[in-house]
């Protein structure tokens, strides 16, 4: 299931004290910070093969509870590092968020989810069939992966997506665009679709993607050090998989699909708020739209998984080119972990974020 799980991955998408612990030791020396030894071996297992200047930042949440647990590799030896305040990319976990928008124009009757995003643009679009708003945002529009014009195989593989403007998506839409013959019957995960949602909401508001996110999510949750522009900011360096510094990705009319930078401090008070069950607009993306598989059903941007004993998560990750990032919450126990890192996404053991955050949230619900 986890090797399922982990092609997901959208783009190919408080307590600290120092301390030090030699790789060879398999544990990570916490001294104050708030974490067991079980914990401390499960996070040294799966960051021990990571290159130096790997960073994680991660969050534990019980209970309305939140403690943070920063590590970064340094010199080969693993320490114990104040980073839940700095700035990393998360990739495609920002469909969450650009679904959350889609749930607030909902709440407040600006949209509807089965309103044909055609009404809604200024061009028509190349296909037959209707594509709906909660279709683009529970990955069942059709839509493939990306679109035909852009090519990952002549892109900057450095900054893939920076040069991907308005014009180009037009041109796809009106001229290329095509769906999958089982649309509305078979998930198929699509960075074009989410991408083309929050392009769509954009127009609807006539906001940029930045502007909806700052006034609709980050400035009611308290998220006050997010954005979708890198420039201006100081954010952990991400890392390609050979530990060499990798550029930021500009998602440019994409934003939707992957743009948001975040802190786990932020991503906390996010998650925080899925557990307000009075909350709608967050409760509604919580809600099952579609049935992938006997495990995985989805919401709106939201992977809702069944764990053994019956019990669910909610669940997205993102990875770009220097960044990996995985978010699980259990809404009936008020537990979960948010991961950030600077680990590739193409790195070849890039699925440890998800294996460990899978892992550590297992260890708060045995307790």
């Not at 993607?209 to 954005?227: A, D, H, R, V, W």
């Amino acid at each position: 299931m986890r090797k399922y799980l982990t092609a997901f991955l959208g783009f190919m998408i408080s307590i600290c004290s120092r301390g030090q612990v030699k790789i060879a030791k398999n544990e990570i020396q916490h001294s104050k910070a708030k974490i067991t030894q079980e914990q401390s071996e499960l996070i040294f297992s799966n960051i021990k093969s990571f290159p130096n200047n790997t960073e994680l930042s991660i969050a534990f949440i019980e209970n309305g509870n939140v403690n943070f647990i920063g590590v970064k590799r340094s010199n080969d030896a693993f320490e114990i590092h104040k980073n839940h305040y700095s700035i990393f990319e998360i990739g495609s976990l920002s469909k969450v968020f650009t679904a959350t928008l889609l749930s607030n124009f909902v709440v407040n009757d600006k949209i509807g989810l089965e309103d044909n995003i055609q009404d809604y643009l200024d061009f028509k679009i190349k296909v037959d069939n209707p594509i709906t708003f909660k279709e683009l945002a529970n990955h069942t529009s059709g839509l493939p992966r990306l679109p035909t014009n852009l090519n990952l195989l002549l892109v900057d593989p450095n900054n893939p997506y920076k040069d991907y403007d308005e014009e180009k998506l037009t041109e796809y839409l009106t001229k290329k665009a095509t769906l999958n013959k089982k649309a509305k019957t078979k998930y198929e995960y699509s960075n074009l679709g989410a991408g083309l949602l929050g392009f769509g909401l954009s127009k609807i508001a006539h906001q940029t993607y930045e502007e909806l996110l700052q006034e609709n999510i980050f400035e009611k949750y308290g998220m006050l050090n997010s954005t979708c522009n890198p420039m201006n900011i100081e954010c952990v360096k991400g890392r390609k998989p050979n530990g060499e510094i990798a550029s930021n990705w500009d998602f440019n009319v994409l934003a939707g699909a992957g743009a948001i930078l975040s802190t786990v401090d932020d991503l906390s008070k996010f998650a925080l708020a899925q557990f307000n069950k009075k909350n709608e607009e967050l409760t509604l993306t919580q809600k099952p739209t579609f049935k992938v598989n006997e495990n995985i059903s989805i919401g709106l941007g939201w992977h809702i998984l069944k764990r053994k004993n019956d019990k669910e998560l909610i669940w997205h990750n993102g990875g770009t080119g220097g960044y990996t990032s995985s978010m699980a919450l259990d809404l009936n126990k008020n537990i979960g972990i948010i991961i950030s890192s600077n680990v590739s996404a193409f790195n070849p053991k890039m699925g440890n974020i998800d294996k460990l955050c899978f892992g550590l949230i297992d260890m708060l619900n045995e307790k």
